[in-house]
T-cell receptor, first 110, second 116 residues
Framework: GEDVEQSLFLSVREGDSSVINCTYT??????LYWYKQEPGAGLQLLTY?????DMKQDQRLTVLLNKKDKHLSLRIADTQTGDSAIYFC??????????FGQGTELSVKP | DVKVTQSSRYLVKRTGEKVFLECVQD?????MFWYRQDPGLGLRLIYF???????EKGDIPEGYSVSREKKERFSLILESASTNQTSMYLC???????????????FGPGTRLTVL
């Protein structure tokens, strides 16, 4: 069945780059998403990538997609304490639903 | 500004009670979703709806039912709450685009339900 996997925790120092990784199983996914959840809040869309792209850059965020390995990553440059949150990757499957990973809790230390 | 609201941020209920969680969106979205979020498990889909009066089971529908009488409102019902339903419940909505196209889901703030 469809599955999306992420590591649960990542800790970085302020100013460093953060890289959050995700693997998925459905090769027919059309879009892949990164959502951010701040403490006590719902999820907000951070960025997305269409499956025919390899890379997408948006200010401090870089998304890399390796379709062959079904691997997605989110890089946050110059990580700030305000970036501390849980980050979810999700794939958009043929049934029109989103399949979410477990979420990676990013902790940014000053 | 798009908005999905949920009736309560925190809720405490007793085992066996009937529980209603309400979700309202003001974006005229066709699709609405209920998820539960548990540490280490991510978001799991309980039920979703592509249209008024229409519902489909997600991955974990057991112990839950839903109601969608109006386009803007999607209710999650726990017929007889149990302690293993203690969780964070998130509602989301999206446009009813073709199933293979980009379709961002907008989330409410969540309801943290505790069943004692």
């Amino acid at each position: 069945g469809e599955d999306v996997e992420q590591s649960l925790f990542l800790s970085v120092r302020e100013g460093d780059s953060s890289v959050i990784n995700c693997t998925y199983t459905d090769s027919s996914s059309t879009y892949l998403y990164w959502y951010k959840q701040e403490p006590g809040a719902g999820l907000q869309l951070l960025t997305y990538i269409f499956s025919n792209m390899d890379m997408k850059q948006d200010q401090r965020l870089t998304v890399l997609l390796n379709k062959k390995d079904k691997h997605l990553s989110l890089r946050i440059a110059d990580t700030q304490t305000g970036d501390s949150a849980i980050y979810f990757c999700a794939e958009h499957n043929q049934g029109g639903k989103l399949i979410f990973g477990q979420g990676t809790e990013l902790s940014v230390k000053p | 500004d798009v908005k999905v609201t949920q009736s309560s941020r925190y809720l405490v209920k007793r085992t066996g009670e009937k529980v209603f969680l309400e979700c309202v969106q003001d974006m005229d979205h066709e699709n609405m979703f209920w998820y539960r979020q548990d540490p280490g498990l991510g978001l799991r889909l309980i039920y979703f709806s592509y249209d008024v009066k229409m519902k489909e089971k997600g991955d974990i529908p057991e112990g839950y039912s839903v109601s969608r009488e109006k386009k803007e409102r999607f209710s999650l019902i726990l017929e007889s709450a149990s302690t293993n339903q203690t969780s964070m419940y998130l509602c989301a909505s999206s446009l009813g685009a073709a199933k293979s196209s980009y379709n961002e889901q907008f989330f409410g703030p969540g309801t943290r339900l505790t069943v004692l």
